[in-house]
């Protein structure tokens, strides 16, 4: 599991209240689970997207073309590199 850290969040009554009841209604643990979960929708959303105008952008670039033998070649070795780094980062 991940360490965690604290965030203090001071809120309004009214926000405070609104938070306090869906914590209630959908179940939730504490108002941390619940904000957690907010942050984390808000991450997705953002991740989406970025994926999304990427995608957009390659779409818009031109007709697709064949991967060639050596394309995939460079796209697993640069795949490897980063895999390598994020070990080593891991490990340090």
Do not use: C
Not at 32 to 48: A, F, G, K, T
Request: a positive charge.
């Amino acid at each position: 599991m991940a360490s965690r850290t604290s965030l203090n969040v001071s809120l309004p009554k009214p926000l405070r209240d609104w938070v306090d009841r869906l914590v209630i209604e959908r179940d939730y643990s504490t108002a941390s689970e619940y904000i957690r979960e907010l942050v984390r929708e808000d991450r997705n959303r953002r991740i989406r997207t970025e994926v999304d105008a990427k995608l957009h952008e390659a779409l818009a670039s031109g007709p697709a073309l064949p991967m060639t033998r050596k394309d995939w070649d460079s796209v697993r070795a640069r795949m490897r590199t980063e895999i390598n780094h994020r070990q080593r980062r891991k490990s340090a």
